[in-house]
């Protein structure tokens, strides 16, 4: 079967889908080779393509489709407003191995959004309508759109679920913040149980979904396909698994802190670039620290964002880790953190 066939098999299946976000930077080929090992999702995104004039899929992001070490379907996601040159690399990125074409509508980055580029076409409805008419006519395998709810408000939601629906889009994907919240609390996993029983084409809930009992609420109430997971899933690369065990309706095995040391270990020997600069290479594990350090507390986020040497790295990382206590992984609450961060 090609990916576009396993991805459309995916959706026709009664399981709950869950997939991995596109995070840029983070879901590389390497990223996604030490999620895949812990289980994984089902189906995985690249980070997005940037589109405009004559621009190429950049190599690197290709390199997740071609050397894909998952055998899973991958998506390749594009952002961007210039429908000639969207057209242009929609039709590139097919004759790579891909599942599906997506198109980001949610980057909340002013230097995006400014451009009327992802999260910034949310002000133009009668843009994305004519992007998505257009991408529709050439993309011959699933054709997936992300989207938050809104640019300012919520309320602009409603206006734009009739957009999608013109388009027979395969998949829709709900970030279910506006582009203004960025990060900021207040999901509105109301407006995503809207939007799944609106929409013909099957609905993805994405948002701050970090545990199995949480998803598993989720999935009842709000009646979506299938769940999509980012930070979770970097904070945790055993929810995939945990969420699947939780809707067996079995237990779940919860990691020690010794587990969590060998996962970060094991984004290291992933991670290294032979000849990178010792501090550099530091530097792209915080990366990933940052959002690991959500989950462990404060001042192990204090500490890390702080040490400069490899020796230092893995200092910090022991006096947090080398335990055998279970650990949920959970972000914590941001008022246990100290205000300096
Ligand atoms: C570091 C980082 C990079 C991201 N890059 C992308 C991207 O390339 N394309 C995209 O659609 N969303 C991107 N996002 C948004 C995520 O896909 C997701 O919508 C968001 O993090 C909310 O899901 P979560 O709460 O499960 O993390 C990014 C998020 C993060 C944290």
Not at 200 to 219: E, I, R, T, Y
Request: net charge positive; aromatic share 8%; charged share 20%.
């Amino acid at each position: 079967m090609t990916p576009a066939e396993t991805f459309s098999a995916l959706l026709q299946s009664a399981a709950p889908l869950l997939a991995l976000a596109p995070m840029q930077d983070v879901t590389t080929l390497q990223f996604m080779r030490v999620v895949d090992r812990y289980g994984g999702p089902e189906v995985y995104w690249t980070e997005y393509f940037r589109v405009h004039g004559d621009s190429r899929p950049e190599k690197w992001i290709l390199e997740s489709i071609t050397k894909n070490p998952t055998g899973k379907p991958v998506i390749a996601q594009m952002i961007g407003n210039d429908i000639p040159a969207l057209v242009r690399n929609a039709k590139l990125l097919q004759q790579f191995p891909v599942a599906a074409i997506d198109l980001n509508l949610g980057c909340p980055a002013p230097i995006v959004y400014r451009k009327c580029a992802g999260g910034g076409l949310l002000r133009e409805p009668q843009k994305i309508d004519a992007i998505l008419g257009a991408l529709r006519e050439v993309v011959t395998i699933p054709f997936t759109v992300k989207t938050r709810i809104g640019f300012e408000s919520a309320e602009e939601f409603d206006a734009l679920l009739p957009i999608f629906a013109r388009h027979a889009l395969d998949l829709l994907t709900v970030h279910a913040r506006t582009v203004k919240q960025m990060y900021r609390p207040g999901v509105r996993y109301d407006l995503i149980a809207h939007a799944a029983q609106a929409m013909k084409c099957p609905v993805l809930l994405n948002g701050n979904v970090f545990s199995a009992g949480q998803a598993k609420q989720l999935l009842a109430e709000t009646k979506v396909r299938g769940l999509m997971i980012g930070r979770g899933a970097i904070r945790n690369p055993w929810l995939f698994d945990q969420i699947r065990a939780q809707l067996r309706g079995e237990n779940i095995k919860l990691p020690v802190g010794r587990d969590v040391l060998n996962y970060v270990h094991e984004l290291w020997d992933n991670e290294i670039t032979p000849g990178v600069r010792e501090s550099a290479q530091v530097q792209r594990m915080k990366k990933f620290t940052n959002f690991i350090g959500e989950g462990l507390g404060g001042k192990f986020l204090h500490d890390i964002r702080r040490v400069e040497t490899t020796a230092d790295f893995w200092r910090v990382c022991e006096e947090f880790l080398q335990h055998d206590q279970t650990m949920t992984l959970e972000p914590l609450p941001i008022a246990k953190l100290p205000s300096a961060l």
